[in-house]
């Protein structure tokens, strides 16, 4: 009778050794430690009424809601929110857009939720984010300066604390 660890080799049905394939999946380190990510439902998914799509999804995956507001941002604020992209080409299309209408901010909370997130969302292009994301199922070129891409969500840490802050300052 064969006992111990199971082999990484078997044998098929005609006798030849089969090889298990690599694993090609992979864990990161694991930790308990609860982090924050600031999600915004552009005006483009606001105005769509995916809010409520978006917030599904969110707690479909587990994440908790700390808190959740319904506002349209002025160019103050937005500014702050995106220096990190002041000069682009698509810098003032993208505060134009983000300014035009309502938005909703949510505060979600769980461990490894920012890029846990960033996974839900998907890639920034909403052409080539994958189906299943929520871009890409939901957002699409449009041929506009800025890429209208339903979601925004915090890509650090560092981010998290500093967006946090600007649209949840009472959190801080
Ligand atoms: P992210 O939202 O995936 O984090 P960022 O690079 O932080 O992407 O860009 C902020 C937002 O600016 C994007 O979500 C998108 O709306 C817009 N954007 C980013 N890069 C481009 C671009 O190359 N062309 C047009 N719009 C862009
Ligand atoms: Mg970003």
Same mark, same amino acid.
């Given at each position: 009778?064969?006992?111990?660890?199971?082999?990484?080799?078997?044998?098929?049905?005609?006798? *030849? =050794?089969?090889?298990?394939?690599?694993?090609?999946?992979?864990?990161? @380190?694991?930790?308990?430690?609860?982090?924050?990510?600031?999600?915004? @439902?552009?005006?483009?998914? /606001?105005? !769509?009424?995916?809010?409520?799509?978006?917030?599904?999804?969110?707690? &479909?995956?587990?994440? #908790?809601?700390? #808190?959740?507001?319904?506002? #349209?941002?002025?160019?103050? +604020?937005?500014?702050?929110?995106?220096?990190?992209?002041?000069?682009?080409?698509?810098?003032?299309?993208?505060?134009?857009?983000?300014?035009?209408? *309502?938005?909703? &901010? @949510?505060?979600?909370?769980? *461990?490894?939720?920012?890029?846990? /997130? !960033? &996974?839900?969302?998907?890639?920034?292009?909403? #052409?080539?984010?994958?189906?299943?994301?929520?871009?890409?199922? /939901?957002? +699409?070129?449009?041929? =506009?300066?800025?890429? *209208?891409?339903?979601?925004?969500?915090?890509?650090?840490?560092?981010?998290?604390?500093?967006?946090?802050?600007?649209?949840?300052?009472?959190? &801080?």
């Amino acid at each position: 009778m064969r006992s111990g660890m199971p082999s990484r080799r078997s044998r098929g049905r005609r006798g *030849q =050794l089969l090889r298990s394939p690599p694993r090609t999946d992979s864990v990161a @380190v694991v930790t308990t430690r609860t982090e924050r990510s600031l999600v915004l @439902v552009k005006p483009d998914g /606001f105005t !769509r009424g995916l809010s409520g799509e978006v917030l599904r999804r969110i707690e &479909a995956k587990g994440y #908790t809601l700390v #808190t959740l507001s319904i506002l #349209t941002p002025d160019r103050e +604020r937005l500014a702050r929110h995106y220096a990190e992209h002041e000069g682009k080409p698509f810098y003032e299309p993208l505060l134009d857009f983000m300014s035009r209408g *309502q938005v909703t &901010a @949510v505060v979600i909370e769980g *461990q490894r939720c920012i890029e846990g /997130f !960033r &996974a839900l969302a998907g890639a920034t292009d909403p #052409t080539m984010a994958l189906p299943g994301t929520i871009r890409g199922d /939901f957002g +699409r070129d449009w041929g =506009l300066d800025v890429q *209208q891409n339903i979601v925004h969500g915090s890509d650090s840490p560092q981010s998290s604390e500093r967006e946090i802050r600007i649209w949840f300052p009472e959190l &801080a």
